[in-house]
């Protein structure tokens, strides 16, 4: 049973910083291209962060977070991990991982989130 679990949201202060994890169970986890998206109310569904390819370490990020969140995975403990700083009431959401299989262009699977709320 494929399953990602996230956890380590919460109500931070602007500034704060927060980091989430993102176990992963079911799966190849050190196969798969891991990502983090976002969705703030009203809003759409955004990608924060992810990785450039499988068994790299550099990652894509939107340009609202880029120098601010860094993505990173510990493919030992089956984790993928975003750091986030200097959080700003605008990076409120809820924040998922994924995780796309090598070779597809579509996300295989998607956990279940994690609030992040910011206060200004």
């Known amino acids: 049973q494929v399953q990602l679990v996230e956890s380590g949201g919460g109500l931070v202060q602007t500034g704060d910083s927060l980091r989430l994890s993102c176990l992963a169970s079911?799966?190849?986890?050190?196969?798969?291209?891991m990502s983090w998206y976002r969705q703030a109310p009203g809003k759409e569904r955004e990608l924060v962060a992810a990785?450039?390819?499988?068994?790299?370490?550099?990652?894509n990020y939107a340009d609202s977070v880029k120098g601010r969140f860094i993505i990173s995975r510990n493919n030992a403990k089956n984790t993928v991990y975003l750091q986030m700083n200097s959080l700003k009431p605008e990076d409120t959401a809820v924040y998922y991982c994924?995780?796309?299989?090598?070779?597809?262009?579509?996300?295989?699977?998607w956990g279940q989130g994690t609030q992040v709320t910011v206060s200004s």
């Open positions: 994924t995780a796309r299989s090598p070779g597809s262009s579509l996300i295989d699977y």
């Open positions: 990785f450039i390819s499988t068994g790299g370490i550099l990652g």
């Open positions: 079911g799966f190849t986890f050190s196969r798969y291209r």
